[in-house]
């Protein structure tokens, strides 16, 4: 089993930056998958960004790139999602999750899901 706690979200004008925490533990992460998804209002859930604990690598939704960097610090089993020049369309409950592998990032379906943190941008 493996928890996640998400914390940084608020509200944020557009234009601005926030930066989301996601703290993990249980069981071992080493072969671990960590990643952000949202969900706004009316909307299924999409994938954002990806990160793997053992080689670092890492994928973003084409929607974020250039703006959100996901990282990670294997030893306080902590990942990142530094959310820059927030737009209006960013708004959403971010989700981190976990997976035995990084396919099951991509394919939205992670083993585990934190419980979210609301993200408004506001103009």
């Known amino acids: 089993q493996v928890q996640m706690v998400e914390s940084g979200g608020g509200l944020v004008q557009a234009g601005g930056s926030l930066r989301l925490s996601c703290a993990a533990s249980?069981?071992?992460?080493?072969?671990?998958?960590m990643g952000w998804f949202r969900q706004a209002p009316g909307k299924e859930r999409e994938f954002v960004a990806v990160i793997t604990w053992s080689g670092g690598t890492t994928y973003v939704a084409d929607s974020v790139k250039y703006r959100f960097t996901i990282s990670a610090d294997n030893a306080k089993n902590m990942v990142y999602l530094q959310m820059d020049s927030l737009k209006l369309e960013d708004t959403a409950v971010y989700y981190c999750a976990a997976a035995s592998s990084l396919q099951r990032i991509m394919l939205a379906t992670p083993n585990y899901w934190g419980q979210g943190t609301q993200v408004t941008v506001s103009s």
């Open positions: 249980g069981r071992s992460l080493s072969n671990t998958a």
